[in-house]
């Protein structure tokens, strides 16, 4: 099992996950990598629902990993941007059902 802290920037399109990815890191630096720490940032799933399967295959590859944990923060979008975000999971997870 992997165990992450991914903040889900999966979007429909690569370019709406960059918009997404550059929130999500700003708010990152702002919060937990402020001085005097200097915290790495974990996981993040980002890219259209294809890339992240892609990224999922091959740490499954890779390590032979059969179960991910994830740990998804909320409140830094809407709410209809979280579903979104969400439901383009989802089809992540059914790819590997």
Known sequence: MISSQPNLTIRSTEAQTGQYYRVFE?????????????????????GAVYQVIDQVGALEEKYGTEEFVVWHHVGYFTQDEELEKLDNYAKVVKAFS
């Open 26 to 46: 700003e708010s990152f630096n702002f919060a937990s990598n402020a001085p005097p720490y200097h915290v790495p940032m974990w996981r993040v799933w980002k």
